[in-house]
């Protein structure tokens, strides 16, 4: 079996490690590169991973996964380039970073996947979406596919649709979060004992989810068959609409995808 590298284990890099993990991923084919040594030291006591080095876990793995900040990046690049060798696979889970951004930084041969992952990849149901770079292999898009499939959905997109995948699924789970939250705050607001609300909507998010997985209905169709003719769910949609609720949504996703182009111009 191939070593991988997860070089920057914070939230998501400790994800990725986790599901590789839980997979049934051995440590010994796993190596984290992480700079700070309480942090190392939690990672090696919570999996029995080896942390090492940037330039060790770049030499020694086959899979070189870069999980750290998009600001971060050419840094990181500018260290492990030296130890980095043709037929070695970079994948990046970094927002904004194009892949022509590391493959202009890493030996020529060096084969290069960005993908944009999600948190829920957490509890197995993340959503990734991987891109190739100039000179990648189909058995190693295939690499990076098996990989991020250990922990969720897989989806190959053109590289052009990154930044509005990151806009969409890969800061999704805030903004569904963020509604949840919401949610909750106006049941407490309603009198409702926080632990009710807190279980009611969660509830009702779980099932609502699984009704779009599994019948899949339109969201359109599912509305539309909670909304009674002049009942309550229209007067609580007709609010959303006026407080422009939809317009925000589109205008929070354009600012996404506007930052993560930007981070690939390194502000
Ligand atoms: N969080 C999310 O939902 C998602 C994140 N991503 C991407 O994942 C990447 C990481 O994000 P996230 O996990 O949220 O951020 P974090 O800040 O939690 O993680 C970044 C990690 O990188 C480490 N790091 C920084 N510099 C180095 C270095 N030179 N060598 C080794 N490790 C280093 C940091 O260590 P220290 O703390 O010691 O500085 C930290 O542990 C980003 O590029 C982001 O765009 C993509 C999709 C979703
Ligand atoms: O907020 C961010 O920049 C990262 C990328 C997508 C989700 N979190």
């Given at each position: 079996m191939s070593q991988t590298a997860i070089i920057g284990a914070g939230v998501m890099g400790e994800t990725l490690l986790s599901g590789l993990v839980r997979a049934g991923r051995r440590v010994d084919h796993l190596l984290v590169g992480e700079k700070r040594p309480e942090r190392a030291q939690e990672l090696e006591e919570r999996y029995g991973v080896a942390v090492v080095g940037n330039v060790e876990a770049a030499t020694k793995a086959d899979t070189v996964a870069l999980v750290v900040k998009p600001q971060d990046m050419g840094e990181v690049l500018e260290e492990i380039a030296g130890a980095l060798r043709p037929g070695q696979l970079v994948v990046s889970l970094a927002a904004g970073i194009t892949t022509a951004f590391i493959e202009s930084r890493v030996?020529?041969?060096?084969a290069v996947v960005r993908v944009m992952p999600n948190t829920p990849a957490l509890v197995d149901e993340g959503m990734a979406a991987i891109s190739p770079g100039s000179h990648c292999s189909e058995e190693q898009l295939g690499e990076a596919e098996a990989l991020m499939g250990s922990v969720g959905k897989v989806v190959r997109i053109p590289e052009r649709q990154q930044d509005a995948v990151t806009a969409i699924s890969g800061s999704g789970p805030a903004y569904i979060f963020f509604v949840v939250e919401s949610m909750i705050e106006a049941g407490v607001h309603l009198g409702l004992p926080r632990t009710t609300a807190t279980e009611l909507v969660i509830q009702t998010l779980v099932g609502s989810g699984k009704m779009l997985r599994e019948t899949g209905t339109h969201p359109t169709v599912l509305r539309e068959q909670v909304t009674s003719p002049g009942g309550t769910t229209a007067a609580a949609l007709r609010e959303l609409e006026v407080h422009k609720v939809r317009a925000a949504f589109l205008a929070a996703m354009e600012a996404a995808r506007d930052r993560s182009r930007a981070l690939a111009e390194g502000s």
């Open positions: 030996p020529d041969g060096v």
